[in-house]
């Protein structure tokens, strides 16, 4: 099965995995699964890291490639079906990251894995 990872579940995946509930868990460490970030989740850490709000060592854009390269995530490329679908996904406010991540479940079919509120509120995508 295909899984996208939201934003904050990967980077709990890999600095505070003690955040993530069992079943997340228990889909990440399947070797059957595959898993998936989009590129808007590294825009989203790069900010996260410019605004303080977490810490990467030695810096943020280091952090982010040794962290791709070590973990069984794969990156998912933006495309313009993705684009339309980011304006057409029914969510209940504009965050341009969230629209991008759901509109990329969407569009390829994955079930996002997500504790944000807003985005388990669309009825477009498949949440774990």
């Known amino acids: 099965m295909k899984f996208l990872l939201d934003t904050h ?35 989203e850490t790069l900010i996260l890291a410019q605004k303080q709000r977490i810490i990467l060592n030695p810096s943020a854009q280091e952090w982010i490639q040794e962290a791709l390269k070590r973990s069984p995530v794969q990156e ?27 509109a990329t ?8 894995i997500t504790v944000d509120e807003h985005l388990i509120k669309s009825t477009q995508i498949r949440i774990l």
């Open 9 to 43: 579940i990967w980077l709990w995946s890999l600095l505070e995995p003690a955040k993530l509930e069992q079943k997340v868990i228990e889909v990440l460490e399947n070797p059957q699964h595959e898993l998936f970030i989009s590129p808007i989740s590294i825009w």
């Open 105 to 112: 479940a969407w569009e390829h079919d994955m079930t996002l």
């Open 76 to 102: 998912i490329p933006l495309s313009n079906a993705i684009a339309i679908k980011s304006r057409l996904i029914v969510l209940p406010h504009q965050d341009p990251a969230d629209r991008f991540i759901a």
